[in-house]
């Protein structure tokens, strides 16, 4: 017994190397893709001048460390916190089509830099107001699951969140109907398709706190989360103070999934199609599906940001991409995956 569980450590433990070694080789790889010439071999020169001191090409230098590697870094660390909230939301409401979106979290986070970029604020003031609509959004849907009580609470926590998410929605579009159309129209729209473009290392800092506050309390609690998939009268039957960990459950998805939207604005479909990848390959197992999502999401995002910033003579936007191949390929999973989703 004791054999087998050294052996299964080990497994786990050779699968998080190859994980890990696959995401930094992806990340190399995505430090050479883009409009200015500079490929894998100049990139190893400027670790190299890095390493030994000595000097190097300040243009090259620019692009790889202030442009290149802030968009590859927030990609990994958006794709990773979106896979996640995703897996938690499906995992908790039990429904495979449940995603990010469904608590209004992502129209919340839309309305508050649509309304700064039609206010003409700052950009850090923007993402602020991104962050805080989010928030506010999800307070207003649990507000609304308080005052209906005689009703099941995950769905009323549902039906809450479309209808929050319908009502900012109007609210969206009546700014873009007054914005202008010359300037605050095209970067309203912009943002809403969501792009890696505009990233820098000072939006990746400021987002990194928000996401270790609101991951960190998804690991601590994956093995309860197992229970809860079992349904609400039986995880209260075995000990769990269902009411309390949803909220806290909720919270983090949350804050992880506002945090990402208010610095890359929406891109779509990584919370509803990965975890139902990462099901595939590993089970409903939430202590084996977090990770695996997560590692999955962030990969996911930096090969839709390499194709956003190659396949065309203008950068397209990631929304646009995501959508492209996450809806063809969920369609596939509908029809070949297997029978029931846990």
């Known amino acids: 017994m004791t054999k087998q569980i050294v052996l299964r450590r080990g497994w786990v433990g050779a699968r998080s190397l190859v994980a890990i070694a696959g995401l930094l080789s992806l990340s190399a790889l995505s ?149 202008d159309p010359y300037d605050q129209l095209p970067a309203i729209t912009y943002w809403l398709l969501g792009s890696l473009a505009s990233v820098t290392s000072g939006d990746v800092v400021s987002i990194l706190p928000a996401l270790v506050v609101g991951i960190i309390p998804l690991f601590l609690l994956r093995w309860r989360m197992n229970v809860m998939t079992l349904g609400e009268e039986e995880a209260r039957a075995l000990g769990i103070d269902t009411g309390r960990l949803r909220v806290v459950l909720v919270l983090a998805a949350t804050l992880i999934t506002s945090a990402s939207v208010s610095v890359t604005g929406i891109i779509g479909w990584i919370g509803l199609v990965i975890p139902h990848v990462a099901r595939l390959l590993v089970g409903p197992d939430f202590v084996r599906l977090l990770p695996v999502s997560m590692a999955l999401g962030a990969a996911y995002l930096l090969v839709a940001d390499m194709l956003a910033r190659s396949i065309a003579m203008i950068e397209v936007p990631l929304g646009i991409l995501t959508a492209t191949v996450g809806a063809p390929f969920f369609l596939w999973l509908l029809a070949s995956g297997r029978k029931g989703w846990q």
């Open 31 to 179: 430090m050479t893709v883009g409009k200015f010439d500079a490929g894998l071999s100049d990139l190893i020169g400027q670790i190299w001048a890095m390493v030994g001191g000595t000097p190097s090409d300040e243009t090259v230098a620019t692009v790889f460390w202030n442009i290149r590697l802030p968009r590859v870094l927030a990609g990994l660390a958006v794709g990773a916190a979106l896979a996640a909230a995703g897996a938690t939301y499906q995992g908790l409401f039990r429904n495979p089509l449940v995603s990010p979106d469904i608590l209004g979290v992502s129209a919340g986070a839309s309305f508050g830099a649509v309304v700064g970029i039609f206010l003409s604020l700052p950009v850090g003031v923007i993402q602020l107001m991104s962050f805080v609509g989010g928030l506010i959004a999800v307070l207003s849907v649990y507000a609304v699951a308080t005052v209906i009580r005689n009703r099941d609470p995950v769905l009323v926590l549902v039906l809450a969140g479309i209808a929050v998410g319908a009502h900012v929605g109007a609210g969206i579009s009546l700014i873009k109907i007054l914005a």
